[in-house]
């Protein structure tokens, strides 16, 4: 190869690079982005089951983690709302045998 080829491979692969940093960079301030999106949600245990309670209503364990929450705060009407969630989801068998005897545990004992 002459020295002419030779500096138009090396400033393309100083141009490659260039782009390969700007483009990683960009990824972090996006993920950096997203992170700090996040971080009221996990300001604790209750705004964490909360929300993944409002975002997905139907996720049992979601639920169960949301009814502890609840009972820990001693919201009786959210228990009994819970509970009536969980209880159709066992009833039309949408549990695995470990949340069927979470539920039975939570919401059916007395």
Do not use: F, K, Y
Not at 40 to 56: C, G
């Amino acid at each position: 190869m002459e020295r002419h080829e030779l500096r138009e491979v090396h400033l393309q692969q100083r141009a490659d690079r260039a782009v390969s940093i700007v483009v990683a960079g960009l990824v972090l301030i996006g993920l950096a982005l997203l992170t700090a999106r996040r971080v009221p949600v996990w300001q604790s245990d209750e705004t964490l089951w909360r929300t993944s309670a409002m975002q997905m209503p139907g996720n049992v364990r979601v639920l169960i983690n949301w009814h502890a929450q609840q009972l820990q705060r001693l919201d009786i009407a959210g228990h009994h709302e819970t509970c009536r969630t969980l209880t159709t989801a066992r009833n039309n068998r949408e549990t695995d045998r470990r949340e069927t005897w979470i539920i039975d545990r939570i919401c059916l004992s007395r």
